[in-house]
């Protein structure tokens, strides 16, 4: 196993429509780049209560708001979105906290583990219309992720355990003057010192592949870059993945990677998953 030489810790929140709009970047991060890159997730509380929070950039005070820039996000994106989530939550007081507390939960068993449920969250949430931030839904979310002992998990948010760690995640965040998501930072931590990469750099929000490439590069100039490796092997790697997803990793347009899961959907060998916008694809 190859030792990662970047460290991208990476500041988001399960309910982030702008981060599930990241989601294709990051995939095609991983699978470019492999064991070379190592990331990390600082969950940053994107709402504390409905009632007191207010977004400038996008006039936004209120969930009923919230539907129509979460179909925006879709639709300059690609990737589904179901937007009726956020009109189905009428509590004033609507906050992502306890939806990042659970991943910290499931982080406390380790990254893979945590990871996979945070993934597993942002589905819920963006494409089918739960409310993650209900115990009996982030509860019955983390029983579907393996490796995962939902009794400790339990335990971990019974005894305020997950709370001090989301609470670690905020200070984090402030230290690093974080308030918008997605924020990336790249960090070098090879082994071998390097002129220019004593200082890590921040990215702020939506950003293309190429721009996270150049930071990359800037970083590492001689980090391998593989290429995707068949479509088999990364669905079994990385779980469902939409259209959008996929025609990231293989740099080929939307509607071509969907003619060609719709092909192998026709040879039996993947499974279409239909949402609100789009769909995943699962290897058979």
Request: aromatic share 10%.
């Amino acid at each position: 196993m190859t030792m990662p030489k970047i460290e991208i810790t990476y500041f988001t929140d399960p309910y982030c429509s702008w981060c599930w709009a990241t989601e294709p970047m990051l995939y095609r991060i991983r699978e470019t780049h492999r064991d070379q890159v190592h990331v990390r997730y600082v969950m940053g509380g994107l709402v504390r209560d409905m009632a007191d929070f207010y977004d400038s950039l996008n006039d936004i005070r209120t969930t009923a708001e919230v539907a129509p820039h979460w179909r925006m996000v879709s639709e300059r994106s690609g990737q589904p979105i179901d937007e009726r989530l956020m009109d189905d939550i009428t509590d004033p007081h609507f906050s992502t906290w306890p939806a990042c507390i659970a991943v910290k939960a499931a982080q406390l068993q380790g990254e893979t583990v945590g990871e996979a449920y945070l993934r597993r969250m942002r589905r819920a949430a963006l494409t089918e219309r739960k409310v993650i931030s209900n115990p009996p839904v982030y509860e019955a979310l983390a029983r579907e992720i393996p490796g995962l002992d939902p009794n400790r998990f339990h335990a971990d948010l019974a005894d305020g355990s997950a709370r001090r760690a989301f609470e670690a995640d905020l200070a984090e965040c402030r230290r690093f003057g974080v308030t918008g998501f997605p924020t990336l930072l790249f960090h070098y931590i090879g082994q071998v010192a390097l002129p220019g990469t004593e200082r890590p750099i921040l990215v702020v929000g939506h950003r293309s592949f190429a721009t996270y490439r150049q930071v990359l590069q800037r970083l590492m100039p001689g980090l391998v870059e593989h290429p995707p490796r068949d479509i088999a092997t990364v669905l079994a790697e990385y779980g469902p993945l939409t259209t959008r997803e996929l025609a990231e990793v293989y740099d080929r347009p939307v509607t071509v990677m969907r003619d060609e899961m719709e092909t192998l959907q026709a040879a039996g060998q993947v499974e279409r998953l239909s949402v609100r916008g789009g769909e995943f694809w699962l290897w058979r």
